[in-house]
């Protein structure tokens, strides 16, 4: 028994400063700070992109065009930039009297292969492709509205106009949204 007591009495001993040597360490890592980076992001919340359209209220009233939300790869453009040849700017009519000095035409720039953008353009009757000759341009999806909420997506020609609405005999029609979905 006294054997057993001067082997496990070392032992007991050793495990006992173990014990306390971690202990004090915990509690010094408890009353540390944190490293700022990590104050920080428990303090700030994150950055949460919701693809709203910037500068959308100047755009609203200088040109009378609603660009709610995108990806940034179709860009509200002046139409006067357009130099018609190669890929230049996809173009809508509208009856309108909006866009530049109530012209009724309002001017995007795509500016990668795929991409969207959602908008309001009331009484569009057609759509131009940024395409200036043949080959060239975006393909384009379009989708539309009725006043009566009847709602139609259209392809729209990369090189060449697309009527739509009253442009097509048929009610007129509210832009929605714009796609890119790759190149002509």
Known sequence: MRQLTRVLMPLAVGAATVAVVVAAGLATDADRPAPVAQQQSEQQPGIVEDYSYPG???IHTEYGVI???GDGHILFADCSTDQGTGVGLVQVRTSEGIGKNGQGLICFRVTAPT???TLKI???YEIRGDGRTSGDGHKLRAELSTDGGNRTVVEVNPNGSTPVGVGTGKDP???LRLEAHGEA
Do not use: F, K, N, Q
């Open 56 to 58: 959308a209220a100047r």
């Open 67 to 69: 660009l709610e939300s």
């Open 115 to 117: 991409g969207y953008l």
């Open 122 to 124: 009331p009484a569009v």
């Open 173 to 175: 029609t509210t832009l």
